[in-house]
Antibody, heavy 116, light 107 residues
């Protein structure tokens, strides 16, 4: 059974950092391209980052609004993908989901609230 | 970035209706459009991939179509479990972009 489980969310002040983890199981993680997608309180979905597999040099891509602040990474030995979020802004408040190639399976999501 | 203009934003529906939701892409995205269903408090569920392909386990009353830059999700004979939010996504070009969503509500 394919599973993706996000952890690491919470309440954080503007300007601070947070790191999300997505632990996966039930599929061949090493060849999967992994994504992070967030959903605003208004329920709008936004794709924010993707990391390719080893054969594609683990190349990352980001939406413009998070470039330079967020970093996606992965550990194939742990079948996990991460999202390091720095310089957080109030507009980063959202539920963050991880998903895999084809966006066919999603985690349950983790809430991140950026507020003073 | 490619814009996905989704309509309508909300729709009042009755059980048994045929419902069509549309996304218009601001530039060519080929077949690279998915449709997702989302219920309150749940993760999105992929319903259609590559514009017209039914995802595993999705009832056959759901279908996807394409006409030029317009992509549609149709639900035939709506059932109560279909009342949800629906989102389109283009994944032809980075950044992937979603439509604004359509909320189905029962009359």
């Amino acid at each position: 059974e394919v599973q993706l489980v996000e952890t690491g969310g919470g309440l954080v002040q503007p300007g601070k950092s947070l790191k999300l983890t997505c632990a996966t199981s039930g599929f061949t993680f090493t060849t999967a391209w992994m994504h992070w997608v967030r959903q605003s309180p208004e329920k709008r979905l936004e794709w924010i980052a993707r990391i390719k597999d080893k054969s594609h040099n683990y190349a990352p891509d980001y939406v413009e609004s998070v470039k330079g602040r967020f970093t996606i990474s992965r550990d194939d030995s742990k079948s996990s993908v991460y999202l390091q979020m720095n310089s957080l802004k109030e507009e980063d408040t959202a539920t963050y989901f991880c998903t895999r190639t084809g966006l066919d399976y999603w985690g349950q999501g983790v809430m991140v609230t950026v507020s003073s | 970035d490619i814009q996905m203009t989704q309509s309508p934003s909300s729709m009042s529906v009755s059980l048994g209706d045929t419902v069509t939701i549309t996304c218009r892409a601001s530039q060519d995205v080929g077949i690279y459009v998915n449709w997702f269903q989302q219920k309150p408090g749940k993760s999105p569920r992929r319903m259609i991939y590559r514009a017209t392909n039914l995802a595993d386990g999705v009832p056959s009353r759901f279908s996807g179509s394409r006409s030029g830059s317009d992509y549609s999700l149709t639900i035939s004979s709506l059932e109560s479990e279909d009342v949800a939010d629906y989102h389109c996504l283009q994944y032809d070009e980075n950044p992937y972009t979603f439509g604004a969503g359509t909320k189905l509500e029962l009359k």
